[in-house]
């Protein structure tokens, strides 16, 4: 059984900063993108960034592009997400996901994943 582990999330002004992190833990399984989603309330899952695992190429969502970072911490087998800028809209569970397909088509569908973490709640609110 593979578990995603999320934390970092939180409470934060507009204008702040959150740094979001998922670890794997249990069985071992071979990881080709790992990806962040969001749902706020209301509305549908949605893509946020993702990377390669090996070659370390990233994916944004337009909304987060220029304010959000998706990174790999080898060492660790962990994949954070650097919030900055943050606004209201941003509000949402965050979803950490990880995706084991050598045929991958698109990183940015959550229909491309396999694993998922249970979420973590961001609220952007002064």
């Known amino acids: 059984q593979v578990q995603l582990v999320e934390s970092g999330g939180g409470l934060v002004q507009p204008g702040g900063s959150l740094r979001l992190s998922c670890a794997p833990s249990?069985?071992?399984?071979?990881?080709?993108?790992m990806g962040w989603f969001r749902q706020a309330p209301g509305k549908e899952r949605e893509f946020v960034a993702s990377?390669?695992?090996?070659?370390?190429?990233?994916l944004y969502a337009d909304s987060v592009k220029g304010r959000f970072t998706i990174s790999r911490d080898g060492a660790k087998s962990a994949v954070d997400l650097q919030m900055n800028s943050l606004k209201p809209e941003d509000t949402a569970v965050y979803y950490c996901?990880?995706?084991?397909?050598?045929?991958?088509?698109?990183?940015?569908?959550?229909?491309?994943?396999?694993?998922w973490g249970q979420g973590t709640q961001v609220t952007v609110s002064s």
């Open positions: 990377i390669r695992w090996s070659a370390g190429t990233t």
């Open positions: 996901a990880a995706n084991s397909n050598f045929n991958t088509r698109d990183p940015r569908s959550s229909h491309e994943y396999d694993y």
């Open positions: 249990g069985r071992t399984f071979t990881r080709y993108f």
